[in-house]
């Protein structure tokens, strides 16, 4: 059993924890005037940062946790503020001086302890003789209240802000955020929209693994390898924005916008696919161009399965696992799992181009015509779950609404799992190669610190 999330909502008399399976969804209920909530963190190491977070967002004890800490509160965060709750208000002037105060304080750390800083995040690293011994990532530094910001909203309001939460995962969150309307609507998509809308997703997946290779390329200082993924990344931004009206497709998962200009992709998916395929006979016969990226960064399937990894960090360490495999659509254009074995930086690097190509296929078969009317009918009550496969793995987004508005938003991006297994990676790995291995992960930070 795999435990995907674990969140919670304010009800009226009682506060709810639901926790999702790949399953099963359970639901428990907390009294208001002392909740207490049982860890299962040592069944799901994942529900560690779930459970920090439920703490720290509804002042909920947890109960028997191997990890206390705030997640989301740090330091310099009252400690009387739980956000998520109905009756949370904007800090007072004089809070917001207090608070100003009490970060004006300064530290300094001593010994082998070296900040890493990526977005928000940072990493602190503890090595002896450039061995990394231990490894902390602290996230939530900065904190959007993007949950709370969509409380009382209709879908036309919240969907501008979903669809920007993370710009490398517009596409995904567009399509679950449509995916839970439809099923509130209870109407269904025809075939010739959702196939419009896989394409996209498949083209974002690609920009996103061309990404993820060309900073590696960059790291490792392989010319060759940035020369080709970073022009194809840049030319396929721009045709991205030819067919979408913006880089990375904002607004682009609707049910009228048609595709032009499919000559100029043609070409390029044609070039794209063949360079790739030229790049893989090139290096598998000169091993030494990636020989670095070998032995590093090992993750073993057991720990992978163990974490409930999503994406191309499980599936590189030989968990097939891929929320495509549900979809009808990919069923029927013969869609299988990619997948390598070694779970090194080595592995995560080849199952981004296996990927590439394997998108370049699916894309061949959803292409389409332009898309006949279509439109979305009033949306009811109710309690609704998405699933979708993104660049970096399984998108799982929660609603509930009431009285046509959203009462709860809960989102977990793939980051959010992925990110807790950075110290297996690491540990007894040398500092100079922590780049490597942070990037083979293709975190996204902005979705976690959402």
Known sequence: MRLIARFAQEQELFFE???????????????????????????????????????????????YSNDERHLVKHEHFPKDVFPLRKNYAKRTTKQE?????????????????HPYHLESS???????????????????????????????????????????????????????????????????LPDVLRKRHLFLL????IMNHLNNLSILSQLLEFKEAIYL?????????????????????????????????????????????????????????????????QSVG????????????????????????????????????????????????????????????????LMKNFMNANVPPYFISTVEDGEYYSYVESATGEVMMYMALKKGVINRFFLRDPSFLNAQVLPHLVRGSSVDSLGLIVESMALNISAIDM
């Open 122 to 188: 940072q990493f602190q690293i503890f090595e002896k003789n450039q061995t990394i011994l231990h490894f902390e990532m602290k996230s939530f530094f900065k904190y959007r209240a993007i949950e709370k910001m969509l409380e009382g909203l209709t879908f036309a309001e919240a969907r501008p802000i979903v669809e920007r939460i993370s710009a490398p995962q517009t596409i995904a969150y567009q399509i679950a955020f449509l995916e839970i309307e439809r099923q509130a609507s209870k109407r269904a």
């Open 17 to 63: 924890i639901i926790t999702v399976y790949d399953n099963r969804i359970i639901k428990e209920s907390l009294n208001k005037q002392n909740p207490a909530l049982i860890s299962i963190a040592k069944d799901f190491p994942s529900a560690v940062w779930f459970e920090r977070k439920i703490s720290d967002d509804f002042g909920i004890n947890i109960l």
């Open 97 to 113: 001086k207090r608070l100003a105060e009490s970060a004006n304080s300064e530290s300094v750390v001593f010994g082998p302890v």
């Open 229 to 293: 993924f970073s022009n194809f990344l840049e030319e396929g931004r721009e045709l991205f924005q030819k067919l979408t009206g913006h880089r990375f497709g904002f607004a682009s998962i609707s049910f009228e916008n048609n595709f032009s200009e499919m000559g100029e992709l043609h070409t390029f998916f044609q070039d794209l696919e063949n360079e790739l395929i030229t790049f893989n006979k090139w290096t598998s016969r000169k091993k030494e161009c990636l020989a670095t990226l």
């Open 298 to 361: 090992v993750l073993e399937k057991k720990i992978a399965e163990k974490y409930g990894l999503v994406g191309t960090v499980a599936r590189a360490s030989g968990v097939a696992i891929d929320a495509r495999q549900k979809e009808s659509l990919y069923e029927k254009n013969s869609f299988y799992i990619d997948f390598q074995e070694e779970g090194d930086v080595y592995a995560r690097y080849n199952l981004k181009i296996d990927e590439i190509l394997s998108s370049l296929t």
């Open 202 to 205: 498949e083209y974002e997946r």
